[in-house]
């Protein structure tokens, strides 16, 4: 089912100038984004060229900012929408939940005048949780890790003898899937990560979880649970150590990095030295989730208030 849905403003751009170490010296500083009309709450999910995704709550819809302007914002199919991911050219991928109260995978593509659609599922559940240039995104069905064409089929990927998909895959430009895997080895989880080329080759990797690849460059952390955030390359194994932080959430082209600190506070790395990203003025630091070519967005939470609201730090 394909629902047109109208938007502002959509067009598909290019890539923004991406963030690189020479603008290291610069002052990141803290911006609110938009919210719908009557709506208080929402969050940052992802983010890539020149835009951020997310959601706004009660109720729930999908959300996309371009350059920090709210461009699109809405419900799927009348249903509670969250995006988990946005690749350069605004095309988004996340979940809605159904009228039978299970999670269904969904793709929004501002290249069509704005459409939603159901990504084909077979096991009555669905996540879609990254999406690649290509319009490709992974995620689960049912319990099944599985990569969705541009064109909507779907292709599962196998796992090890025993071993069942965990976490948070994350796919790349050329089609490359790097996900964790787990198997109970009497009462202890084994993990192993894994990446899976385009060709469907299934390739161990030496690492703790994964959280983003970029062009080759997958960060995560090492540790059960997380507790050294790092980056590695999936082909030739080198590794980055960002210092001090427990988990690296996301990266862009640039290898800029973007997670959390011992205490959970949102810490940015242009190389492997810490920049923190501080709160605006009657807020709560809250969390960075996501990182473009430009900028990083997450969540802050008011002093006086319990919920969450969307912002983005931009280098200046």
Request: hydrophobic share 45%.
């Amino acid at each position: 089912m394909v629902v047109l849905f109208a938007v502002v403003g959509m067009s598909v751009v290019a890539p923004a100038a991406a963030v690189g170490p020479s603008r290291a010296g610069c002052a990141w500083l803290p911006e609110l984004l938009s919210l719908p009309a009557n709506t208080v709450d929402g969050q940052v999910t992802g983010g890539d060229g020149a835009w951020l995704a997310g959601v706004a709550y009660d109720p729930d819809e999908g959300l996309l900012w371009r350059d920090g302007r709210l461009v699109m914002h809405g419900s799927a199919f009348e249903l509670d929408t969250r995006f988990e991911a946005v690749n350069a050219s605004g095309v988004a991928v996340g979940t809605v939940t159904g009228d039978d109260g299970r999670l269904h995978a969904i793709r929004f593509s501002g290249r069509f005048s704005g459409r939603f659609e159901y990504l084909p599922e077979t096991a009555g559940r669905s996540l879609a949780l990254d999406v690649n240039g290509r319009g490709e995104a992974v995620g689960y069905d049912g319990v099944a890790l599985v990569v969705w064409s541009a064109g909507g089929t779907a292709r599962v990927l196998a796992m090890p003898p025993g071993a069942g998909p965990f976490g948070r895959p994350a796919i790349d430009e050329d089609g490359t899937v790097v996900a964790r895997t787990g198997i109970l080895d009497g009462a202890v989880m084994r993990w192993q990560t894994y990446a899976w080329t385009p060709s469907g080759v299934r390739v161990p990797v030496a690492v703790g979880d994964v959280r983003e690849v970029r062009d080759g460059w997958a960060v995560g952390a090492f540790g059960e649970p997380g507790q050294v955030a790092a980056g590695w390359g999936v082909e030739d194994g080198r590794v980055r150590v960002y210092a001090g932080g427990v988990s690296a959430v996301a990266v862009n082209r640039a290898g800029v990095a973007v997670g959390a600190g011992a205490n959970g506070e949102p810490l940015l790395w242009s190389g492997t030295t810490p920049v923190s990203l501080p709160a605006p003025p009657g807020y709560f630091p809250g969390s960075v989730t996501a990182v473009n070519d430009h900028d990083a967005g997450g969540f802050v939470s008011p002093l006086d208030d319990e919920g969450t609201v969307p912002v983005r730090w931009s280098c200046r």
